[in-house]
């Protein structure tokens, strides 16, 4: 197994805190990912975000046949997968790099074309969980939240560098928060802010009580809302999708999974506009405009996890499937 790296982009209460040695979790959706590619040829499947590893391992287990290069930003995330998926050999290279340089990794990885791509978006219980790297309103840490530690951007500049409009588009477009311009107040208001534990408490005191009693922590859609904002989740994912596509081989598939609203819509967008082409032709009319489809949807409806899974894997609750099939362009 080899594993590069391009260079690219790129308090706590121990009695709570659990252990982050570990960089494992259940993949979501793990059988329905590994029916997606059942029925590709030899061929190397990209793991856009390698994460722990446990759907490339799945998918190498089934598919004797497919290979794996498999991407991620975050480092300790790097070296657990590697670890994990050493015993299938020169069958996996690993790379460290963001999912919008995907071209950058096949030329490392000596890939020129791919059999299939997937995307499992958004941040992994590992990462949750890891009181150290400042994503949980949980745990009292430093504000960080980067899946790249090399990234000289984190959490504590968005919260303490953004204007007061610049938090409320944040607070509102990323996390769907409705009191997202008292909660930019409020953290304007108590700058400068250094733990994670502050800024939940700020938050929480600016949403009004009778809502906090419902839907969970008050924290939680602010939290997501910030990290998506410091890792460019949402700016990077269609270059990332159409790179994708365009280095699939006919007959190769995507697949993405995504929990967020804001990362559906952007999948669903580029997808449709690879399966028409871009076409602005009335619908029902023959096409004149020129524009080629490069892919076919494989379901019109987002798959959804079995009630069984979310039973015992609640990450898996918000979870929606997309997959596209690329097709040959018109001679």
Same mark, same amino acid.
């Given at each position: 197994?080899?594993?590069?790296?391009?260079?690219?982009?790129?308090?706590?209460?121990?009695?709570?805190?659990?252990?982050?040695?570990?960089?494992?979790?259940?993949?979501?959706?793990?059988?329905?990912?590994?029916?997606?590619?059942?029925?590709? /040829?030899?061929?190397?499947?990209?793991?856009?975000?390698?994460?722990? =590893?446990?759907?490339?391992?799945?998918?190498?287990?089934?598919?004797?046949?497919?290979?794996? #290069?498999?991407?991620?930003?975050?480092?300790?995330?790097?070296?657990?997968?590697?670890?994990?998926?050493?015993?299938?050999?020169?069958?996996?290279?690993? $790379?460290?790099?963001?999912?919008?340089?995907?071209?950058?990794?096949?030329?490392?990885? %000596?890939? +020129?074309?791919?059999? =299939?791509?997937?995307?499992?978006?958004?941040?992994?219980?590992?990462?949750?969980?890891?009181?150290?790297?400042?994503?949980?309103?949980?745990?009292?840490?430093?504000?960080?939240? *980067?899946?790249?530690?090399?990234?000289?951007?984190?959490?504590?500049?968005?919260?303490?560098?953004?204007?007061?409009?610049?938090?409320?588009? $944040?607070?509102?477009?990323?996390?769907?928060?409705?009191?997202?311009?008292?909660i930019a107040r409020a953290i304007i208001?108590?700058?400068?802010?250094?733990?994670?534990?502050?800024?939940?408490?700020?938050?929480?005191?600016?949403?009004?009580?009778?809502?906090?009693?419902?839907?969970?922590?008050?924290?939680?859609?602010?939290?997501? +809302?910030?990290?998506?904002? #410091?890792?460019?989740?949402?700016?990077?994912?269609?270059? +990332?999708?159409?790179?994708?596509?365009?280095?699939?081989?006919?007959? =190769?598939?995507?697949?993405?999974?995504?929990?967020?609203?804001?990362?559906?819509?952007?999948?669903?967008?580029?997808?449709?506009? +690879?399966?028409?082409?871009?076409?602005?032709?009335? /619908? =029902?009319?023959?096409?004149?405009?020129?524009?080629?489809?490069?892919?076919?949807?494989?379901?019109?409806?987002?798959?959804?996890?079995?009630?069984?899974?979310?039973?015992? %894997?609640? *990450?898996?609750?918000?979870? *929606?499937? *997309?997959?596209?099939?690329?097709?040959?362009?018109?001679?």
């Amino acid at each position: 197994m080899k594993s590069s790296n391009t260079g690219k982009d790129n308090q706590v209460n121990e009695a709570e805190a659990p252990q982050s040695a570990a960089f494992h979790h259940l993949p979501v959706m793990a059988a329905e990912i590994v029916a997606v590619f059942a029925e590709l /040829t030899n061929g190397v499947v990209l793991d856009a975000t390698l994460g722990g =590893g446990g759907h490339a391992e799945m998918l190498l287990e089934a598919h004797p046949h497919l290979n794996v #290069v498999g991407i991620d930003r975050d480092q300790s995330a790097l070296a657990a997968a590697t670890a994990r998926l050493s015993r299938f050999g020169d069958r996996v290279q690993t $790379v460290h790099c963001r999912f919008d340089h995907l071209r950058d990794a096949m030329k490392t990885a %000596n890939v +020129a074309t791919l059999s =299939g791509a997937l995307f499992d978006l958004g941040v992994s219980s590992p990462q949750l969980d890891r009181v150290e790297r400042g994503f949980s309103y949980r745990y009292d840490s430093p504000l960080d939240m *980067r899946m790249d530690l090399t990234e000289p951007w984190s959490a504590v500049d968005v919260v303490n560098g953004y204007t007061e409009q610049e938090l409320t588009r $944040v607070l509102f477009e990323y996390g769907d928060e409705r009191f997202a311009p008292r909660i930019a107040r409020a953290i304007i208001s108590h700058r400068p802010i250094e733990s994670t534990s502050e800024l939940a408490d700020i938050i929480v005191t600016a949403i009004p009580a009778a809502v906090r009693r419902t839907g969970g922590h008050p924290a939680k859609r602010s939290f997501q +809302a910030i990290r998506i904002a #410091v890792n460019h989740e949402l700016e990077i994912l269609p270059a +990332a999708i159409d790179a994708a596509i365009a280095a699939t081989a006919v007959g =190769g598939r995507i697949a993405v999974l995504s929990y967020h609203s804001g990362e559906d819509r952007i999948v669903k967008e580029r997808f449709r506009a +690879a399966e028409t082409g871009g076409c602005e032709c009335p /619908t =029902g009319l023959p096409c004149v405009c020129g524009a080629v489809r490069t892919v076919r949807l494989v379901r019109r409806v987002p798959k959804t996890p079995s009630a069984a899974e979310v039973a015992t %894997n609640r *990450r898996a609750a918000s979870a *929606r499937l *997309r997959v596209v099939e690329r097709i040959a362009a018109p001679v």
